[in-house]
């Protein structure tokens, strides 16, 4: 896969921009810790199965699903939302590049157009992505509450890109649902030691060293 090949790129963020998929799963740990451990074991699966969803759905799924209680209320998923961004925020702006990742941006920032399309909160990943110094090159940056299918198709939509020549590079199922859905080839990022989730034609990397010139 040449990168040269391509006249616009999507990144998902965590996992592929940030190595920050398991700063994730340790905070959904922490927020459900008091429930005890088998609640704490089905959430962890369950947000480690269904990477790219938002926070929000998530919430509502272990509040109905795993805890058994009443749908939360606005209030109640702002504290946990509130909370949640507590236990990360700072860790993900801290944490290391997925490798390759920054080296790919600078250099196919000045030829194409580059997004993120992500599952974290918007406000919060672009504050996220200022830190990191590299706001200023992505043409956009799009996040949760919007659905990652619906972001992909807007960002296409919006710049008049060219699904064909438009590459989509995400580490969960529905990254590539999303890329599929639109028309966008993907490639798929697998972390070292972690299970491969995508179907078997897909073609995956182990870090994104390879893409760089």
Not at 163 to 185: K, W
Not at 194 to 205: E, G, I, M, R
Request: charged share 25%; glycine share 6%; net charge negative.
């Amino acid at each position: 896969m040449k990168v040269s090949d391509w006249q616009a790129i999507i990144f998902d963020f965590d996992g592929v921009v940030a190595e920050s998929g398991k700063i994730k799963t340790q905070a959904f740990a922490e927020l459900y810790q008091s429930y005890g451990d088998e609640i704490v074991a089905a959430v962890v699966q369950h947000h480690n199965q269904n990477g790219g969803m938002s926070r929000y759905r998530k919430f509502r799924y272990y509040q109905q699903h795993f805890l058994d209680k009443p749908i939360l209320t606005a209030d109640e998923e702002k504290e946990l939302d509130r909370r949640f961004s507590e236990l990360v925020v700072e860790a993900v702006v801290a944490c290391d590049a997925v490798p390759g990742a920054n080296e790919l941006i600078h250099q196919q920032a000045a030829r194409i157009p580059l997004f993120v399309a992500s599952g974290t909160p918007e406000v919060e990943l672009k504050m996220i992505v200022e830190r990191r110094g590299l706001s200023a090159y992505f043409k956009e940056v799009r996040g949760a509450p919007t659905l990652k299918q619906t972001l992909v198709a807007e960002i296409v939509a919006a710049y008049r890109l060219d699904p064909a020549s438009t590459l989509m590079i995400g580490d969960a199922l529905v990254d590539y649902e999303s890329a599929d859905e639109s028309g966008l080839a993907f490639l798929g990022r697998v972390c070292p030691g972690d299970p491969n989730p995508f179907p078997v034609h897909v073609q995956v990397v182990a870090d994104l060293c390879a893409l760089v010139i």
